[in-house]
């Protein structure tokens, strides 16, 4: 069984009780744990304190009500500067939901043409792709060496140059031989 002990706690004892408005709480120990248990408690009548009553307000004399009042009280310019301010306020939001509107319409209107880059871009490649299978190259060499008599160009005929712009060339002037 826990041995009990009450009173006050100390820096030197492990076991005691201290009291709240509701509740005493006790500290047992029991071999090496200390354990803490709540006793409710009824107020003793030296320790009742009774409740504060408000405080009585001070009458205030016509010039501090009239100061008061002149405090608080709108005048006709800080009425028109907070009118202006509202009216500002409004016409930034209005603004700000007119730009919003028009930027998902651009969003939308970019989507739309997004859509339809992506769209002809399919339709490129597959046309591209029926005229790449649609071309006989082995035809268009028989009619070339057989019909037309051309040859194959020899190492010493072919030119190599470099070229800034890719896959496209025009040829204004005669190749120099060197």
């Known amino acids: 069984m826990a041995k009990r002990y009450y009173g006050n706690l100390d820096e030197n004892s492990v076991a005691g009780s201290y009291r709240n408005y509701e509740y005493e709480y006790r500290y047992e ?32 004399t016509q010039e ?3 100061k008061r009042q002149r ?18 306020a409004a016409l930034a939001c209005i603004h700000l939901v007119g730009a919003q509107g028009e930027l998902n319409s651009h969003l939308r ?4 043409l997004r859509s339809e880059l992506t769209t002809v ?9 029926q005229v ?7 035809a268009i060499y028989d009619y070339a060496i057989k019909q037309l008599g051309m040859k194959q160009p020899g190492k010493d005929q072919v030119v ?16 120099p031989q060197e």
């Open 71 to 88: 405090a608080t009280a709108f005048n006709l310019p800080t009425v028109v500067v907070i009118t202006v301010f509202m009216v500002m």
């Open 29 to 60: 120990l029991d071999g090496n744990t200390v354990r803490r248990t709540a006793v409710p408690v009824e107020p003793d009548e030296e320790e009742y304190v009774a409740p504060r009553k408000p405080a009585r307000r001070r009458t205030l």
């Open 109 to 112: 209107k970019v989507r739309e």
């Open 160 to 175: 190599w140059f470099n070229s800034t712009e890719s896959e496209y060339v025009v040829q204004y002037e005669e190749i």
């Open 64 to 66: 501090e009500q009239k």
């Open 121 to 129: 871009q399919d339709r490129n490649d597959l046309r591209y792709s």
């Open 132 to 138: 790449e299978a649609g071309i006989d190259y082995t």
